[in-house]
């Protein structure tokens, strides 16, 4: 009996190892590739450095679900002084969590809260599936901008920044399933090949 049951336990336990590895590395396959049109400047997000200075990033803003998915997803470079802008409708302490997948630059990640405060800076790795959040504190804004872009303006946690304009439409995340999108939003992040 107590070989039958080994042998049962191994079994499950290679069945589940299995299981656990196709997924992680279906999750790890690259989705297709959209057509990838080059970075807008849809507004300017002004920081107020550790140094008092003001230093200036034009930042495209995603329009709707699909493009609020893609992010900068396929993209092998941005300009220096640019990058995107993702928006929630409040402050929220859940994180706002980032993944890289197919993304192939590395990237800055700054949160800011709905004050405008620097809530935290971290560096991105291009393809890294662990996801990359703040420290702490409640942020309803989160700016991508090229990998070294903060150290090199100083910009840090507990710094300021403030938005110029922004374009309407823009997509503006809730904090629910599909960030608030509609199914056909979805269907059509799908179609276009920015979900799994």
């Given at each position: 009996?107590?070989?039958k049951n080994v042998i049962f336990v191994t ?176 269907a059509a992040a799908k179609g276009a090949g920015?979900?799994?």
């Open positions: 009996m107590f070989s079994a499950l336990l290679r069945c589940c190892t299995a299981e656990r590895n196709f997924l992680s590395s279906s999750l790890r396959q690259r989705t297709k590739q959209p057509v990838v049109g080059p970075l807008r400047s849809d507004g300017t997000v002004v920081f107020e450095n550790a140094d008092g200075e003001e230093v200036r990033v034009d930042v495209e803003v995603p329009q709707d679900f699909a493009h609020f998915m893609q992010g900068l997803m396929w993209r092998n470079s941005i300009p220096e002084e640019s990058g995107m802008m993702f928006t929630w409708a409040q402050d929220a302490m859940q994180g706002r969590s980032f993944w890289m997948k197919n993304t192939e630059i590395d990237l800055d990640l700054i949160w800011c809260d709905k004050h405008g405060s620097v809530v935290d800076v971290k560096t991105a790795r291009s393809e890294d599936l662990t996801g990359v959040g703040p420290s702490g504190g409640a942020t309803s804004v989160v700016i991508e901008t090229p990998a070294g872009w903060a150290a090199k303006h100083h910009i840090t946690s507990g710094g300021k920044s403030r938005c110029a304009s922004l374009p309407s439409p823009a997509f503006v995340a809730q904090d629910l399933p599909l960030f608030g999108a509609s199914q056909s939003d979805f920015v979900i799994d």
